[in-house]
């Protein structure tokens, strides 16, 4: 899938990404196994607007946060979920920009009340529409700009990443959500993908089909280990069968999936 990316400009000095005509994104200084390259902290406005949204300004990293600041008035802050690698500094950019910070979980808003699927947004210039997308975290969001060229956009945070896939955090994730947000996803056809991580897609129709085809394929990976181990095997055993050339530094996050995809075939409550 890092073969279908598209043409962004970046500025090195300042980390900055022209990623579609009303967005922009910073990435973050917080490269991992993870994270890949870090989190991309993204802003969105009209050309010209003096106010912008901001979504997901990512570790608590103050040069980060100053030049996020920087980007305009800062009307709106949105999580796209609650891990830290995306909502460590939301307090802090709260305090430092007098914004609210929306999110799905109430729990990690400021100034405002949660976000709902199906609401619409209208912020520095921008139609925002928020979608309930669960499964890497029951929290999950993305936001769909339709208005952003030609098929629109949509942030995904880490429900669709730029590059390879996406891990569902079992327990708190279910593998059952994130195939029927995918479904969804797929709906939106060939709008622009803004994910969190890793470089902008140009079809997110394509891109949520290949991740259901990946999905599929590990599904039957799984049974075919189940065959082998026998259906109470447990899920390091299925693990190893599975993933068998992972680093150690992502065992946990294969773990988790094969969690998922448990869960998922034998209909754990």
Not at 51 to 56: F, H
Not at 97 to 105: E, I, K, S, W, Y
Not at 234 to 243: G, R, S
């Amino acid at each position: 899938m890092a073969d279908d990316v598209t043409q962004a400009s970046a500025d090195p000095a300042t980390r900055w990404v022209t990623s579609s005509a009303l967005t922009r994104y910073r990435l973050a200084p917080n490269p991992g196994p993870m994270s890949l390259d870090g989190t991309n902290s993204y802003v969105i406005a009209t050309p010209g607007s003096e106010s912008v949204v901001v979504v997901d300004p990512g570790p608590l990293d103050a040069e980060h946060l100053a030049e996020l600041a920087g980007a305009g008035r800062v009307e709106l802050i949105i999580l796209t979920h609650h891990h830290p690698d995306h909502s460590e500094a939301a307090e802090e950019f709260h305090r430092m920009t007098g914004a609210p910070v929306r999110a799905l979980d109430s729990k990690l808003c400021l100034g405002a009340g949660p976000l709902g699927g199906g609401e619409r947004l209208d912020a520095a210039g921008v139609r925002i529409e928020v979608l309930a997308t669960p499964g890497h975290t029951a929290d999950s969001i993305s936001l769909h700009l339709p208005d952003d060229g030609e098929h629109g956009s949509v942030l995904t945070g880490d429900t669709i990443l730029g590059r390879g896939t996406t891990v569902i955090m079992f327990p708190d994730g279910r593998l059952g959500d994130y195939l029927e947000t995918l479904r969804q996803l797929e709906a939106l056809g060939p709008a622009t993908v803004l994910p969190a991580h890793g470089p902008v897609l140009p079809d997110l129709g394509q891109i949520s089909r290949a991740y259901l085809a990946h999905r599929e394929e590990r599904l039957d990976q799984v049974r075919a280990a189940l065959a082998q181990l026998g259906q109470d095997a447990p899920i390091a055993a299925v693990t190893d069968a599975v993933y068998t050339d992972i680093d150690g530094n992502v065992r946990r996050a294969a773990e988790n999936s094969v969690a998922a995809q448990l869960d998922y075939l034998r209909g754990w409550a």
